[in-house]
């Protein structure tokens, strides 16, 4: 997938910019045009006669070229570009990049580039951790970047730890693997509710359940890389999104989820019910803490909360797709099917607490998709982002 894609490659100065030579000719391998942009510190660790020689470009490191005055103009080279991979990205780089310090022609390449831009971190263990560094990352993060982790192993410093580039082999995977991914949901609003709700009983306790989001966040993220626009209405949950263009409304209860969906929804193509909300809350919770010391156990009201799913299910008009999950410990297909009809969905995801490593807090589930239609089609065990694309197939082929 990268025959013929234009590929602006920056080197930052890093012990770990030996291994930009490795990536620029495994991209050229691949096809890729690769442009190579260098920091002046970039320059101290490798030199530019061996970047342009496998490149088959002149490299790029000053705004204009000494002897000639040629102007090398970062506008131009930021919209040449497919895509633009910063590898290594050292603290340093990283920082003027989220903060838009211009003054060198990698970061001014960088805040002229319209393509999507990949940051590979590399610097040592204390670097990494520190939290401007981390907090500089998150911003890039909610820029769009795609950040390729560093890996753990054996440093510079000869200390242990986090802070390795990412081999070049597995970064040519990343970008494959992005050039590669179908676009069918390209122009589609998604809705997704993931996590659990709380429900207050009192300032210090809720009734609540076990799930941890992963399942909702998984299909929202995948969606998004088929092109999707993603809102995530989730509840509390300690994940965020992979994908920076998801967007997260995060709420605590069934109501306020409720309160969100709805305003959501007719702007929405499709959305999906991935959300354990809580069928009750307590009637009247408590202002105050309840005291242990009194003699009586208290007892708690309930109240039904507003069935979300089934809100917006009868609120769709034609177009409009609703799917729902059916979470079940017995009756499997009997109470699925009835949630399907009752709630009006075109589609509902079984998932049984009964199958081992299904459901709740693991990193796998398995599935049968039931359609409208009557179509019902059972999955094996999958790791959950493979089960998010196995739902949003079905979804695309209804
Ligand atoms: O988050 P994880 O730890 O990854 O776990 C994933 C999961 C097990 C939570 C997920 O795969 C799942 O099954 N989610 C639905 C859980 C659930 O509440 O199922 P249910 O059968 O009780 O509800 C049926 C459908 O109605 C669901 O789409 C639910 O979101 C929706 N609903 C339920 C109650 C309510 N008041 N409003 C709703 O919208």
Redesign the pocket.
Known sequence: MLKGKHIVLGITGGIAAYKSVTLLRLLVKKGAEVQVVITPAGKEFITPVTLSALSGKPVICDFFTANTGQWNSHVDIGLWADAMVIAPATACTIAKMANGVADNMLVTTYLSAKAPVFVAPAMDLDMMAHPSTRRNIDTLRSYGNHIIEPVEGELASHLVGKGRMEEPERIVEILDNFFSTPQPLKGKKILV????TYERIDPVRFIGN???????YAIADEAARMGAEVTVVSGP?SIKPDEASVKVIRVES?RQM?DQCTALFPDSDIAI???????YAPAEPHTSKIKREKSEVPVITLVK??????TLGQAKHSGQIVV?????TDNERE?ALD?LAR?NLDMI?L?SLRDHNA????DT?KITIITADGSDTDFPLKS?PEVAKDILNAITAL
Request: with cysteine.
């Open positions: 509710t993931a996590g659990p076990f799930s941890t989001g992963k399942m909702g949950v069934a409720c019910m991935c959300a354990a909300v809580a069928d909360n507003p069935d979300i799913a089934a729902g999950f059916a979470l079940e109470n949630k709630k995801v998932n459901g709740f807090g693991t589930n959950k």
